[in-house]
């Protein structure tokens, strides 16, 4: 047996959250992986080259900025639905879905067969003739959107969709100035980076912000206002609020939506601006949620000043967040332009624009092609994916496991002084981790590594996020059970228990 197989994994308690309520709790004696959820599923032998051979590799051959979760970098081998594997034949509940992508499940079978199939009909032909495939789907995935958006433009992955969302926007409206919030995330390409105001995805380029303005995030755990009545979350902060919870007005939506009026006023060429980008919640930024009623008083102000609202659902759409399909529906709005990448192939590179007939026409001012874009492989892969969301209620799955999950992380948050808040809604949720609950001082960096790496030795994977990197992001395959989420709340209850008892 590997010496990696042996490695200690902490044994779940399904039925009792008894060690949440105290921060001396005990911990139980660890036990081996296979103490693990049960799985019936072997996965292959890995008969790629060494680990060693591998390090090498990526370090003469990638691009150095290709940098590697954790100390010792897993090799992964093989997924199955939310579990990854490595070469050592360990296995990892997947709480990331890679990077928020993997929807429906890693190597979903009925995914696979749709590909499967595909490959041995067609794999190309560009636009230019028309093949089956991108028509079914285009209508299937327009089927999902309310009013005239009806106009599909595929592309291969989030940055290009938002890229081509920019460029629909000024030469709709002609007009050139965009908007979009402090702490975003909608791209890495020249043209996307300067919609992204997160200083640690920003290269020293000059022009890539020209026209571009970064607003005050409304963000009622960290920003200046907001508190407990503010989030659409089964969660709230802890933090007192001036909010009317009786008559739904938020005292926070207002002030925020105050600030954002006086960039209207002193900062846009007479008032009026091309678009205004927002994630339906804050991805990379950290599950970062918005005081109700501010998306909705955000989108009627900018289109009253000639821009279109383009709502960025790369991470949040296709059911993730579990009580609606779209994350702008839990705002209360239809935007102009909608955004959409990752979730939609469950890991195949695929990305859409969707928007108005006459939207869309301002393509015709010029030619414009994408020569992957919708082709017969990514067409049959997305049609796919949609009907196993359909077909396994796995919206109405992120719904209920995606509440179970936020409710017992609360039970963290109310046991440990350094869990400073959890948010989210369904499968999208975010906890950060603090020194200074009062201050909400961002833990740092080292002390979130031990806590993040020891849930990977105990076999659970996170992601993190936020400018300070404190907070993890824990979006999964939305096929998980309550059983996958008592596991993975022990798991992480065990590492912060460790480490608050040592320091």
Not at 226 to 253: F, L
Not at 308 to 314: I, K
Request: proline share 6%.
């Amino acid at each position: 047996m590997p010496a990696s197989s042996n490695r200690l994994i902490w044994q779940s308690r399904y039925t009792s959250s008894s060690t949440l309520n105290s921060k001396a709790a005990p911990a139980p004696a660890p036990l081996l992986q296979n103490d693990m959820p049960n799985l019936d599923y072997k996965p292959p032998e890995y008969k790629g080259p060494s680990y060693e051979n591998i390090k090498e590799l990526r370090k003469n051959h990638l691009t150095p900025n290709i940098q590697s979760y954790y100390k010792k970098p897993l090799l992964i081998h093989n997924g199955h639905m939310q579990w990854l594997f490595d070469h050592d034949g360990n296995r990892y509940l997947d709480m990331f879905g890679g990077i928020v992508t993997v929807s429906v499940g890693h190597c979903h079978p009925k995914v696979n067969k749709a590909l499967e199939e595909q490959v041995k009909t067609l794999w190309h032909t560009t636009n230019i003739y028309m093949h089956p495939k991108i028509h079914e789907y285009a209508e299937k995935l327009a089927a999902k959107f309310p009013g005239d958006l009806k106009a599909v433009c595929f592309v291969n992955s989030g940055s290009e969709a938002n890229d081509l969302a920019m460029l629909m926007a000024r030469l709709h409206t002609g007009n050139q100035d965009i908007l979009t919030l402090r702490n975003c995330y909608h791209g890495m390409s020249p043209y996307t980076m300067g919609l992204t105001a997160h200083s640690t995805w920003r290269f020293p380029l000059a022009g890539v912000s020209n026209g571009i303005h970064h607003v005050m995030n409304p963000d009622p755990y960290t920003g200046i206002w907001g508190g407990s009545n503010c989030r659409d979350s089964p969660i709230q902060t802890d933090r007192q609020c001036e909010c009317n919870a009786e008559s739904g007005q938020c005292r926070a939506s207002e002030m925020y939506y105050n600030e954002l009026e006086q960039t209207f006023k002193y900062s846009l060429p007479r008032g009026k601006v091309a678009a205004m980008f927002v994630e339906s919640i804050q991805g990379v930024g950290g599950t970062v949620q918005f005081p109700k009623g501010y998306v909705k008083k955000a989108a009627e102000l900018v289109r009253a000043n000639g821009g279109v609202f383009v709502a960025d659902e790369v991470q949040t759409g296709f059911g993730r967040t579990g009580e609606h399909y779209w994350g702008f529906e839990g705002h209360g709005i239809v935007p102009d332009i909608v955004t959409m990448a990752k979730g939609i192939g469950n890991g195949f590179p695929m990305a859409a624009v969707v928007t108005t007939p006459e939207i869309a026409k301002s393509l015709g001012m010029a030619l414009h092609f994408n020569t992957y874009g919708g082709n017969p492989l990514a067409s049959a892969v997305g049609i796919a994916v949609m009907d196993v969301m359909e077909k396994e209620q796995l919206q109405k799955n992120s719904l209920y496991v995606g509440t179970y999950f936020l409710k017992k992380l609360a039970e963290l948050r109310d046991s440990y002084e350094i869990v400073g808040d959890v948010r989210g809604k369904g499968l999208m949720i975010g906890l950060e981790l603090v020194s200074d609950r009062k201050t909400k001082t961002p833990l740092g960096v080292p002390h979130v590594l031990e806590i993040w790496e020891q849930c990977k030795d105990m076999g659970v994977l996170f992601g993190r996020g936020g400018l300070n990197g404190n907070i993890l992001r824990i979006k999964p395959p939305m096929c998980i059970s309550k059983t996958d989420v008592n596991f993975a709340v022990d798991v992480l209850n065990r590492a912060i228990s460790d480490f608050v008892m040592k320091n």
